[in-house]
Every structure is written in C-alpha cells, then in structure tokens.
C-alpha cells in the first residue's frame, strides 16, 4: 500500500510544517480512496492479510507437521510401489484413504496404463583368479538372461562418450563396463551428468557388438548398495541386459582390470516384461473460494523402485505435498483459488501418470496458474527456481521474502520444474521449482537403502513449510504467473 504514494526525497527535504499537515491530509485522503478508484492503479501481488497469513501458515508448519507420519504410513503400510506390482495398487488405495480422512475434498483416481516388468533375480561374479560375487541391481526395463547367464571379458570406458568412440573390435563379445562416479553436489546436479550411463549405455554398448553391460553406480555413497534405475533401449539396436554395481563393487572390479586384463564377469537375471497394467493417479483439493476453477498444483508420485521402501525416492514428496495441502486447508483465510494435489502413477519408469493427467484435463490447463512438485528427498529447501513470465519475477521474491526465516536463495528462472512437470510446462503452465537439499539424497536414490531411517521429521516440516507458503501465495495472489510458449513434449 505504502509504495502507491510516491514520496521523493528532495521534496521531502523541502517539507515545512504545513507541507507535513498537508501530506498527511493527503496520504488518509488518498487511502479512503483508495477502494473507489482500486481499478485504475497497478494490482498489487498480495494484501498484507495475506501476507500475514502466509506467514502464521510458515510458523505453524515449524512447530511441527504431520509429513513425517505421512511417509511412516506409506512405507510402511504399503511398502515398495514398483508401477503396476500389487504394492502400486495398494498405494493408491492408501492415497485415496489418506486425502479422504484428511478431509480433501473431490478425491479421485485417473486411471493410467502403465508397463510392467519384473526384476526377478540378478548375480554378478566376479571370475577368475580372485572369484568373488559382486553387489549388484538390474537396472529397470532390462531383458534377464538366459539361465546359465552370460559369461565374457570385461573392456572399462570411463564414460558413455569414451564408449560412443570405442573400436567395435574391441567391445565385440565382450561385457562393457562403464566406470564413472557421480559427483556429490548441494543441488543434485552430479546426477544430471551421469544418469545418461544408465539409460543409453545399453544400446550404445550394445551397437558395438556388447553382451551385456555394467554400469558403476549413479550414486554417492560408499556403502555397499547398488542403485537401480530406468534404462531405454534404442529401437536399432540389439537388447542386451544391464547392470549396476555398488560404489565399492565397482572400484573392485576395476581394480582387478587395472592388473590383470583377463578379469571375466559373469551376469545372471531373471527379469522379464510382462504385458502393460493399470495404475492410477490419485487427486484430493483444497477448493478455493472466488477463483475456485483457477488451480494451484503441487505434485509427487506414488510409485517407487522395488529394492527399497520408497521413503525418500518419493514418500518424502508425497508427504510434503499432501501436509503442506492440508495445513491451508486448517487456515481462517482461504485460498481464492484451488490447491489441487496430484500424486501421479509411475514416474519411475516413464512417467506414465503424468502425460495421463496433461491429456486428461484438456482445456483445463490454462487453469493451472502455477505447478510445483517435491521429488528429491526430504530437503531442506535451499532455492527457489522459476519457470515464469519475466514479469512475474517481482511476485517470486515477494514469496521467497515470506518464507524468511527459512534460508532460501533465488535461483534461475529456466526451471523445469521436475519430471512430472515435464507435460504441464509443455502446455505452457508456469513452474516453481523449490531446489531440495540432495546432498545425501543420491548416497540411497533407488536403493535398498531408501528407508525411513533416512527421513528426518524436522527437515521435512521445514520443506512443508517452504511449500505451503508457496502454494498458498500462489492461491491467493493478485493476477497470474503468465504463461510459458507451449513446446512439444518427446520423453
Ligand atoms: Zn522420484
């Protein structure tokens, strides 16, 4: 309000006694006005009601949330959700009873056609003069192997663009092993640079006369676990299996390759595919007063890996998206426009849901004034990324100040807002993309170490916290985010 009323200082300087009466006149004019003539000056984002209301929700959500008891259900009344498996189907039904009883309301599922592979079993041996077995994971979508498994000499590249050059004389036959470490980063970047050893290392390898390939982990941790993972193969190039090894694993076998060139591998997998299922995504709302049919998304997915619990990878998102929801619904205040929560199905292997809900909802998602979704762990929120018209950018800092005294930077406005995202944006559906504390995140990512060990209660509140500030901005603010070009969609 202050900032309609322009007051330079040189002719404050100039004030004499009666100027001073005569502004003060002017300013208590100028407010009762204000009302009467609230169309002719610029929209302001927020009022200081809202404002405040967005503060008192932060406190709140510091003095302790309920997010810790959401993911506890969900691992462990569910467990492991691999999409299409029975735990997949009982995860919606949890979704579904949890919005219900937390009292959301338009609860519902949209059905989603999602694959289905199983992971069966898997042995990697390490032969020769130093036999041990290797701690090691198929990685997701991978064909198995024939009973006996495959047994060859191992050729090491230390990255998918080494192997992209390498001599097909050389990798003929032979198991290729793709020996690259991720970096630990603040912001989970590391992930970004390696994660394409995992998804096309396969066909690459395999383009090049490989029988199999195996991968060093994409994680940072030391302790023995193997990190699985979504793999594509590519429609020319022969299927061959695909394999991660622990950190450690790896290190032993390519210090074995390093003395003796010789060193064999033997891999065995009993993965299969089995023919497409269904799934669903599951949707509860906290319905906005005057914009009701405007909408707000906060976003995670329901699925997960196999190997463990699902508790960071993504129970964490679930829990913070659905607490953050329901502590707006607790407010005296209202939100003018709908909160609406979407949990998709299988974002894990190919984000099934997701594409599901950007064609389900048409028309609608010129409706959608911003989306976010939590999907890399427990936080804290250290950034806040955007994906909004340039315009808007003044609001964003406006809402990051709100969010004081959590300790949250600015970041860029070229977000993607995360995968589940990915359909919505291409629509042109503006993102705030909340950057996540991954630090630790990517030592359990897709292991069977993701479990509730590794969620801290009060973490977590400070990232609902961080979350439901946002969204309940964003469902109150004044004018929109604007859009984004629609650009094709092609993952
Ligand atoms: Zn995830």
Same mark, same amino acid.
């Given at each position: 309000?202050?900032?309609?009323?322009?007051?330079?200082?040189?002719?404050?300087?100039?004030?004499?006694?009666?100027?001073?009466?005569?502004?003060?006149?002017?300013?208590?004019?100028?407010?009762?006005?204000?009302?009467?003539?609230?169309?002719?000056?610029?929209?302001?984002?927020?009022?200081?009601?809202?404002?405040?209301?967005?503060?008192?929700?932060?406190?709140?959500?510091?003095?302790?949330?309920?997010?810790?008891?959401?993911?506890?259900?969900?691992?462990?009344?569910?467990?492991?959700?691999?999409?299409?498996?029975?735990?997949?189907?009982?995860?919606?039904?949890?979704?579904?009873?949890?919005?219900?009883?937390?009292?959301?309301?338009?609860?519902?599922?949209?059905?989603?056609?999602?694959?289905?592979?199983?992971?069966?079993?898997?042995?990697?041996?390490?032969?020769?003069?130093?036999?041990?077995?290797?701690?090691?994971?198929?990685?997701?979508?991978?064909?198995?192997?024939?009973?006996?498994?495959?047994?060859?000499?191992?050729?090491?590249?230390?990255?998918?663009?080494?192997?992209?050059?390498?001599?097909?004389?050389?990798?003929?036959?032979?198991?290729?092993?793709?020996?690259?470490?991720?970096?630990?980063?603040?912001?989970?970047?590391?992930?970004?640079?390696?994660?394409?050893?995992?998804?096309?290392?396969?066909?690459?390898?395999?383009?090049?006369?490989?029988?199999?390939?195996?991968?060093?982990?994409?994680?940072?941790?030391?302790?023995?676990?193997?990190?699985?993972?979504?793999?594509?193969?590519?429609?020319?190039?022969?299927?061959?299996?695909?394999?991660?090894?622990?950190?450690?694993?790896?290190?032993?076998?390519?210090?074995?390759? !390093?003395?003796? !060139? @010789?060193?064999?591998?033997?891999?065995?997998?009993?993965?299969?595919?089995?023919?497409?299922?269904?799934?669903?995504?599951?949707?509860?709302?906290?319905?906005?007063?005057?914009?009701?049919?405007?909408?707000?998304?906060?976003?995670?997915?329901?699925?997960?890996?196999?190997?463990?619990?699902?508790?960071?990878?993504?129970?964490?998102?679930? $829990?913070?998206?659905?607490?953050?929801?329901?502590?707006?619904?607790?407010?005296?205040?209202?939100?003018?426009?709908?909160?609406?929560?979407?949990?998709?199905?299988?974002?894990?292997?190919?984000?099934?849901?997701?594409?599901?809900?950007?064609?389900?909802?048409?028309?609608?998602?010129?409706?959608?004034?911003?989306?976010?979704?939590?999907?890399?762990?427990?936080?804290?929120?250290?950034?806040?990324?955007?994906?909004?018209?340039?315009?808007?950018?003044? $609001?964003?800092?406006?809402?990051?100040? $709100?969010?004081?005294?959590?300790?949250?930077?600015?970041?860029?406005?070229? $977000?993607?807002?995360?995968?589940?995202?990915?359909?919505?944006?291409?629509?042109?559906?503006?993102?705030?993309?909340?950057?996540?504390?991954?630090?630790?995140?990517?030592?359990?990512?897709?292991?069977?170490?993701?479990?509730?060990?590794?969620?801290?209660?009060?973490?977590?509140? @400070?990232?609902?916290?961080?979350?439901?500030?946002?969204?309940?901005?964003?469902?109150?603010?004044?004018?929109?985010?604007?859009?984004?070009?629609?650009?094709?969609?092609?993952?």
């Amino acid at each position: 309000m202050l900032q309609m009323v322009p007051s330079p200082p040189r002719q404050r300087r100039a004030l004499t006694c009666a100027g001073a009466t005569f502004l003060a006149l002017f300013l208590a004019f100028t407010v009762q006005l204000r009302p009467a003539s609230a169309q002719s000056v610029p929209v302001t984002d927020w009022t200081d009601a809202d404002l405040a209301a967005a503060a008192a929700l932060r406190d709140r959500a510091l003095k302790g949330t309920s997010a810790y008891e959401h993911v506890s259900s969900l691992v462990t009344e569910v467990g492991p959700r691999l999409a299409g498996s029975a735990g997949d189907e009982a995860a919606v039904r949890w979704a579904m009873n949890r919005l219900g009883k937390l009292g959301f309301t338009g609860v519902r599922t949209q059905d989603v056609l999602v694959p289905r592979w199983i992971r069966g079993t898997t042995e990697v041996t390490l032969l020769g003069p130093a036999p041990q077995p290797l701690v090691a994971a198929t990685l997701g979508g991978s064909i198995g192997t024939a009973e006996e498994g495959i047994e060859a000499g191992v050729i090491e590249f230390d990255s998918l663009a080494s192997l992209s050059t390498g001599q097909a004389s050389d990798i003929k036959n032979k198991i290729v092993f793709i020996n690259e470490r991720m970096e630990r980063t603040r912001d989970g970047e590391g992930y970004g640079k390696v994660v394409k050893n995992r998804v096309q290392g396969a066909s690459v390898a395999a383009n090049l006369g490989a029988v199999a390939v195996v991968i060093r982990s994409v994680g940072t941790s030391d302790e023995r676990f193997a990190h699985t993972g979504r793999m594509v193969y590519d429609v020319s190039a022969p299927r061959i299996p695909a394999f991660s090894l622990s950190n450690p694993d790896a290190d032993v076998l390519s210090r074995q390759l !390093k003395t003796n !060139k @010789q060193t064999r591998l033997r891999v065995k997998s009993s993965a299969r595919e089995m023919p497409s299922t269904w799934s669903a995504n599951v949707i509860g709302e906290i319905p906005g007063t005057d914009r009701a049919g405007e909408i707000v998304l906060l976003g995670a997915h329901l699925d997960s890996w196999d190997l463990g619990q699902g508790a960071l990878d993504d129970g964490a998102g679930v $829990a913070i998206v659905v607490e953050a929801a329901r502590l707006i619904s607790r407010m005296d205040r209202k939100p003018s426009r709908t909160v609406r929560v979407v949990l998709f199905a299988n974002e894990e292997f190919g984000l099934s849901g997701a594409k599901e809900y950007a064609r389900l909802i048409g028309e609608e998602h010129a409706k959608h004034v911003l989306a976010m979704e939590a999907d890399t762990g427990i936080g804290p929120v250290i950034r806040l990324e955007t994906q909004v018209a340039p315009e808007s950018l003044g $609001a964003i800092e406006k809402m990051r100040k $709100a969010m004081e005294p959590l300790v949250i930077d600015s970041g860029v406005n070229t $977000a993607s807002g995360g995968a589940d995202l990915g359909p919505l944006r291409a629509l042109g559906v503006p993102v705030l993309d909340p950057v996540l504390d991954a630090t630790l995140y990517f030592d359990v990512h897709h292991t069977m170490n993701d479990t509730l060990a590794k969620v801290d209660a009060k973490t977590l509140d @400070q990232t609902v916290a961080a979350y439901a500030v946002a969204a309940y901005l964003a469902a109150t603010k004044q004018g929109d985010f604007g859009r984004l070009s629609p650009v094709p969609f092609d993952r």
